[in-house]
């Protein structure tokens, strides 16, 4: 069955450090893979996606996302954080199990240390 | 600029009540979907709708039902609360229904069942 892992609940950094956040999926295709943003109090927002082309991929805010097939991973990176990064991160990957729909994984909290 | 909107941000209702959550999109999108989302466990799909009056089933569908009578309008309706419905309530649409599109999510309603 197709599912995405994050296995860091929480994690700290320090304001101008780097960042890389983990995901992990299983989906027996190619996947169509996704980060989301959710600062306190609001929805979602799209930071990238990945579905073809260029294993490195761009997304707002600064942020970039490596895809490795061989080691089933989708992380998420920034080089330094802004202290208005403190969210919580989900990535997702979108399938075609029975029809389509998108599975997420339990996210990742970010604190920003000033 | 693209807008989901949810009827309530924050919702307080008694145990047995039906409870209906309204969540309307102005972007012409055919699909829309409600999670719920929890501590630990991420975004869960209850269900979602590909066109008016067309309705699936997501992954916890128990104790819910939904009714799409116009495009822009998604509700979701919980027939009798009980107190494990204590959750935050999330809308999202797409235009394109396919793995590489982008969801858009209103801002949530928290509901508390007491």
């Known amino acids: 069955a197709q599912s995405v892992t994050q296995p860091d609940i929480h994690i700290t950094v320090s304001e101008g450090a780097s960042l890389e956040l983990r995901c992990n999926y299983s989906?027996?295709?190619?996947?169509?893979l996704f980060w989301y943003v959710q600062s306190p109090g609001q929805g979602l927002q799209l930071l990238l996606k990945?579905?073809?082309?260029?294993?490195l991929v761009q997304g707002i805010k600064g942020f970039e996302a490596e895809f490795k097939r061989s080691q089933s991973s989708f992380n998420l990176r920034k080089p330094s954080v802004h202290w208005s990064d403190a969210a919580e991160y989900f990535c997702?990957?979108?399938?075609?199990?029975?029809?389509?729909?998108?599975?997420f994984g339990t996210g990742t909290r970010l604190k920003v240390l000033a | 600029d693209v807008k989901v909107t949810q009827s309530s941000r924050y919702l307080v209702k008694r145990t047995g009540e039906k409870v209906f959550l309204e969540c309307v999109q102005d972007?012409?999108?055919?699909?829309m979907f409600w999670y719920r989302q929890d501590p630990g466990l991420g975004l869960r799909l209850i269900y979602f709708?590909?066109?008016?009056?067309?309705?699936e089933k997501g992954d916890i569908p128990e104790g819910y039902s939904v009714s799409r009578e116009k495009k822009e309008r998604f509700s979701l309706i919980l027939e009798s609360a009980s107190t494990n419905q204590t959750s935050m309530y999330l809308c999202?649409?797409?235009?394109?229904?396919?793995?590489?599109?982008?969801?858009?999510f209103g801002p949530g309603t928290r509901l508390t069942v007491t």
């Open positions: 997702a990957v979108g399938t075609t199990s029975g029809t389509y729909k998108y599975i």
């Open positions: 989906y027996g295709a190619t996947p169509y």
């Open positions: 990945y579905f073809s082309g260029d294993t």
């Open positions: 972007m012409d999108h055919e699909n």
């Open positions: 709708s590909y066109d008016v009056k067309m309705k």
């Open positions: 999202a649409s797409i235009g394109v229904l396919g793995l590489a599109g982008e969801q858009y």
